[in-house]
């Protein structure tokens, strides 16, 4: 099971921009989806973008147009570029593998993340 580590979070003021960053220890490359998710004080841990092994993307409407997702598999990284950042965005992100079998045989766990806090 390939171990992530976020980074890239900070304090930014609304409009900002942030690029998230998600090393792996291990090969991506067989993976066929990962995502980054995102939870907010007193809310559930929520999808925030995801992108497949040839490269679809899907991202929760609240972010559409302003996220991108992009993964580059030879360095074994996900990125998340993040703009026209809005208060409502401070959360925690966290990366993770988003694939039901991939799930069920090494199941899912979840790292520090990264804050992420947008200022009004």
């Known amino acids: 099971q390939v171990q992530l580590v976020e980074s890239g979070g900070g304090l930014v003021q609304a409009g900002g921009s942030l690029r998230l960053s998600c090393a792996a220890s291990g090969s991506i490359s067989r993976i066929n989806a990962m995502a980054w998710f995102r939870q907010a004080p007193g809310k559930q841990r929520e999808l925030v973008a995801r992108?497949?092994?040839?490269?679809?993307?899907n991202y929760a409407a609240s972010v559409k147009g302003r996220f991108t997702i992009s993964r580059d598999n030879a360095k074994n990284t996900v990125y998340l570029q993040m703009n026209s950042l809005k208060p409502e965005d401070t959360a925690v992100y966290y990366c993770?593998?988003?694939?039901?079998?991939?799930?069920?045989?090494?199941?899912?766990?979840w790292g520090q993340g990264t804050q992420v806090t947008v200022s009004s």
């Open positions: 992108i497949t092994s040839g490269g679809s993307t």
């Open positions: 993770n593998v988003d694939d039901s079998d991939y799930s069920r045989r090494y199941g899912r766990y």
